[in-house]
Nanobody, 118 residues
Framework: QVQLVESGGGLVQPGGSLKLSCAASQSIFSTYTVGWYRQPPGKQRELVAAFHPNGTTQWNDSVRGRFTIIRDNNKYILYLQMNTLKPEDTAVYYC????????????WGQGTQVTVSS
């Protein structure tokens, strides 16, 4: 069982920055796809960015160039650096780790609220 614990959310003004952290309970980055999702108010959960074990990164086009996803392989921490935040980035942000195949596994963190407002 993998546990994911997010932190770093909060209230920020438009144009500001926040850095989210996701601490995993064990080493998973080499075998799981790890990433961030978000769920805006009244909308479905959507991918923000994800690292795949093959080294590729998947992005939501609305955040490309503003957000950066970083892995610390030694500390089992996944970060999401968010710059030039917009009101439409307001959402609950979730950390995710998953692996496919015949026995797919999907882990979620508890979520952290990010509110972009003046």
């Amino acid at each position: 069982q993998v546990q994911l614990v997010e932190s770093g959310g909060g209230l920020v003004q438009p144009g500001g920055s926040l850095k989210l952290s996701c601490a995993a309970s064990q080493s998973i980055f080499s075998t799981y796809t790890v990433g961030w999702y978000r769920q805006p108010p009244g909308k479905q959960r959507e991918l923000v960015a994800a690292f795949h074990p093959n080294g590729t990164t998947q992005w939501n086009d609305s955040v490309r160039g503003r957000f950066t996803i970083i892995r610390d392989n030694n500390k089992y921490i996944l970060y999401l650096q968010m710059n030039t935040l917009k009101p439409e980035d307001t959402a609950v942000y979730y950390c995710n780790a998953n692996v496919g195949g015949l026995a797919p596994i999907n882990y979620w963190g508890q979520g952290t609220q990010v509110t972009v407002s003046s």
